[in-house]
């Protein structure tokens, strides 16, 4: 009682506020001003929307951001489940296989290939470094597959893979932000938001942007590669965790019924209705929105994100420990959440970064034990989708922001005490699965060592149009406009890459 006497007490202070002379003045001040901006914002399209809201003509998705929309186009899938390898793993260890490697390993890497590039870390001319794993090719498509990967090398006729995606950011924040947002600087949506913001989601209990994270930190972008950027903050990607409470703040206090909770977010609602009467700021629908969210999350999500209940053969399958952070409780989520109807689940898994350092990023150490977490939970999410019939409408996604050097990292000059690669921009391999996709597929080859793509190069950009196509968009026409132009995701480039789509 005494916080909702102090509420109170706040609600008359606001309303007395708006009675003084200086409030007057500025309400009379900022008035002025828009008169004078309205023919200035109307020839952009501003105006006439801000007017159309402040009178009310408001549709349902005005007042409901998340409202489940159509595409505009017949779609293949209807939400993507993006697994990112945060640090990135090394594609000439897993699905690259280059004999030419193994015959040059430890002889100087030739110089044609180094002129005129450059790297994080790498300096001189390195040696180049042969794979540090065994590979065989794996079901009818014959696909080359690492030892480091037993459980996905059974799955190989079900996916796509992308043996030649360059990107233009050899660091790992400006990559990831490209990866995930179509720009390499901070400010620009991220893929969920977009798709989230054209598609809304089905289920109105839940979010239609999810983020899990695993590996023990953060990306090196933080948390802006699953931000809104300029569109509503209400699109942007909602963290839960795998331990612990999903989300903080999920139970009310002792001693305050549910009724009660209700009313309260029915009066602070009412002030914020009150509020966009008289401003029209479109951030006051999202943050009445997201009051609502709240209050029906409450229900919904303890049950999606308890894992607890799964039957014994489900947690064999993805190898799930109950109460732990971990990837696998985290591919286990993904599958509930999309189950349930949630558009747009992304998964970052932190330590990937194979230079080489310490026994933890080695080449043969580090590398092989994140694959022994991933791997098996990875190849499980496929099944499981496969075997309940929601692969059919789902994409997985599977990559990180670049990829790995042919040379042996030589930090500023003086080789490595482990194996190690240094990051690189020229080729990496990305895979893709589910709705709308070719199985058993690869397109794009790389050079004899595995330094560029020579056939079937693939932009971040035709990446991101791609996953678009398959959700029902055109990439060069979903756009947003902010600043007096249309942003899009994949900002003035991008191809559907055709080659692997069903």
């Not at 549709?59 to 899938?77: A, G, I, Q, T, W």
């Not at 903080?248 to 001693?255: H, I, K, S």
Request: glycine share 10%; with cysteine.
């Amino acid at each position: 009682m005494k916080n909702i006497g102090k509420l109170l007490r706040e609600l008359e202070q606001a309303r007395l506020e708006k009675l003084t002379r200086r409030n007057f003045i500025l309400d009379c001040a900022g008035k002025l001003g828009g008169l004078a901006l309205a023919p200035l914002l109307s020839s952009c399209g501003i105006g006439a929307t801000n007017t159309d809201k402040i009178g009310m003509n408001l549709s349902e998705r005005d007042l409901n951001p998340l409202s489940p929309l159509p595409p505009p186009f017949l779609p293949k899938v209807k939400s993507v489940i993006y697994l990112h390898m945060a640090g990135s793993p090394s594609q000439l260890e897993l699905f690259d296989y280059k004999p030419e490697l193994i015959k040059y390993n430890n002889q100087p890497c030739p110089e044609s290939l180094l002129e005129g590039k450059k790297f994080a870390f790498i300096r001189g001319v390195p040696n180049l470094l042969g794979p540090q794993a065994e590979f065989s090719q794996h079901g009818e498509s014959g696909a080359w597959i690492s030892d480091y990967l037993p459980h996905f090398s059974k799955l190989a006729d079900d996916v796509a893979f992308l043996k030649a995606v360059h990107t233009d950011q050899f660091n790992h924040g400006p990559a990831q932000l490209f990866m995930h947002t179509g720009s390499p600087r901070l400010g620009r949506p991220s893929l969920g938001s977009w798709v989230t913001y054209g598609l809304g989601t089905e289920n109105q209990n839940l979010p239609g942007f999810v983020v899990l994270t695993s590996g023990g930190k953060t990306p090196d972008a933080g948390k802006s590669v699953w931000g809104s950027g300029f569109l509503p903050s209400v699109y942007q990607g909602v963290q839960c965790r795998s331990k612990g409470s999903p989300v903080l703040y999920l139970e009310d206090p002792t001693g305050i019924p549910r009724d009660l909770k209700k009313s309260v977010i029915t009066s602070i609602n009412q002030i914020n209705s009150e509020e966009f009467d008289h401003y029209g700021d479109p951030e006051i629908l999202a943050r009445i929105n997201q009051y609502e969210m709240a209050f029906r999350m409450q229900i919904e999500v303890p049950e999606v994100m308890n894992i607890n209940d799964e039957p014994e053969y489900i947690h064999n399958l993805y190898g799930t420990e109950p109460g732990k952070e971990s990837f696998a409780n985290n591919c286990l989520l993904a599958r509930k959440l999309v189950e349930k109807g949630v558009r747009f689940v992304q998964l970052y898994d932190w330590g990937w970064d194979s230079h080489g350092s310490d026994k933890s990023t080695a080449l043969d150490l580090g590398l092989r034990n994140k694959c022994r977490e991933t791997d098996r939970p990875i190849s499980a999410l496929l099944l499981d989708l496969k075997q309940r019939g929601l692969l059919e409408d789902t994409l997985v996604v599977w990559g990180g922001e670049f990829g790995r050097t042919p040379m042996q990292e030589n930090r500023e000059g003086k080789t490595m005490g482990y194996k190690g690669r240094d990051h690189h921009v020229d080729a990496f391999t990305m895979w893709m699965a589910g709705g709308g996709i070719k199985k058993g597929t690869s397109f794009g080859t790389t050079d004899d060592l595995g330094f560029s793509g020579v056939e079937g190069r693939v932009s971040v950009h035709d990446i991101q149009a791609t996953i678009l196509h398959l959700l029902g968009f055109d990439h060069e026409q979903f756009t947003y406009e902010f600043q007096g132009r249309p942003f899009r995701l994949t900002d003035v480039e991008g191809e559907i890459i055709k080659e692997i789509l069903a």
